[in-house]
C-alpha cells in the first residue's frame, strides 16, 4: 500500500515518517521511550499473561535458526539503513481477488464479497469498485529478497494472485529462493496456473514451504461461512498440500 509501520501489531494506524521511525528504532538500542510506551502496547500485555508475544517470538529465532543473523542486524540498526536488510517480508499483494465470500472477511481483502456489498449499497464500501488492483513493480523487492529468509504470502485468495508467482519466481531468478522459508496462506478451493506454473512447481525450489489452510468448520458449515467453497474439494487440496 505504501505505508510503513515498524511491526505488523503496532497499536494504532498513525503514518510513520523517517523521523519517527528513526526514534523508534533508537529508542530500541536504548530499551525504552514514550514511542514504544506508546505503540507497543500488544506485546507488552501479552507478555504479562503468556510466555509468548510477537516480539519475543521473532527474538526467539535468532538464538535458533537465525543465529547467524544477529550480530549483522544489530550492526546494520546502527547504519543509515540506504541498504534493506530485512530477514523476513509479508507480501500483501496489490490485488484484493478473491472467489469466495467469507462471512469473517471485509472487501479489502475480497473481491467477491465487495461485490455483495455493491449490490446492497453497503455503507462500508462508499462508492468504491469491488475489484480492486494496483501497480507493483516486483523488481522493486530485489535488494530485500538477496537477504530474506522469510516470505509470507497473502491475498485476496493467494493462490489466486499472479503477482505472488511473480514474487516467487523472482526469488528463484535471483538465485534466492532456497535461502527462504515460504508461507502462504490460502482457501484451498484452486490450483491454477500463472504462465504455465502452479503452486507445486514453486514448492520445492524454496528452503522449506509452509501451507496454511483456512478452515473453520467442517462440512457443509464451511461451505455456509465460507460461501462459494465445496468442503470435498477444500480437503481434497489440503490432502494434496500435505502430501
Keep these: 500500500s505504501g505505508n510503513t509501520k515498524p511491526c505488523c501489531v503496532v497499536k494504532g494506524s498513525d503514518d510513520w515518517n523517517s523521523d519517527q521511525i528513526r526514534n523508534f528504532r533508537n529508542e530500541f538500542l536504548i530499551g525504552d521511550g514514550t514511542l514504544i510506551r506508546k505503540y507497543c502496547a500488544v506485546c507488552v500485555e501479552q507478555e504479562k499473561y503468556t510466555t509468548e508475544s510477537h516480539r519475543s517470538m521473532y527474538l526467539s529465532r535468532f538464538y535458533g535458526q537465525w543465529k547467524g543473523y544477529k550480530e549483522p542486524l544489530e550492526r546494520y540498526l546502527e547504519t543509515d539503513w540506504e541498504e534493506p536488510y530485512i530477514l523476513t517480508l509479508e507480501y500483501c499483494a496489490p490485488d484484493n481477488y478473491c472467489n469466495l465470500s467469507c462471512n469473517m472477511c471485509s472487501p479489502a481483502n475480497s473481491s467477491s464479497l465487495a461485490l455483495e456489498d455493491l449490490k446492497i449499497n453497503h455503507e462500508r464500501m462508499d462508492g468504491k469498485i469491488a475489484h480492486v488492483k494496483r501497480e507493483s513493480n516486483i523488481k522493486d523487492y530485489d535488494l530485500i529478497l538477496q537477504n530474506l529468509r522469510e516470505l509470507k504470502l497473502t491475498g485476496g485468495e493467494t493462490l489466486a494472485i499472479k503477482e505472488n508467482y511473480d514474487l516467487m519466481n523472482r526469488a528463484v531468478e535471483l538465485g534466492v529462493a532456497d535461502n527462504i522459508d515460504?508461507?502462504?496462506?490460502?482457501?484451498?478451493?484452486?490450483?491454477?496456473?500463472?504462465?504455465?506454473?502452479?503452486?507445486?512447481?514453486?514448492?520445492?525450489?524454496?528452503?522449506?514451504?509452509?501451507?496454511?489452510?483456512?478452515?473453520?468448520?467442517?462440512?457443509?458449515?464451511?461451505?455456509?461461512?465460507?460461501?462459494?467453497?465445496?468442503w470435498d474439494v477444500v480437503l481434497g487440496n489440503a490432502h494434496r498440500f500435505a502430501e
Aim: proline content about 4%.
Design 182 to 230: 515460504l508461507m502462504i496462506t490460502t482457501n484451498a478451493t484452486l490450483i491454477p496456473k500463472f504462465d504455465g506454473k502452479n503452486i507445486f512447481y514453486y514448492i520445492p525450489l524454496f528452503k522449506s514451504v509452509q501451507i496454511s489452510v483456512s478452515i473453520e468448520f467442517w462440512g457443509e458449515m464451511n461451505d455456509y461461512l465460507r460461501y462459494g467453497s465445496k
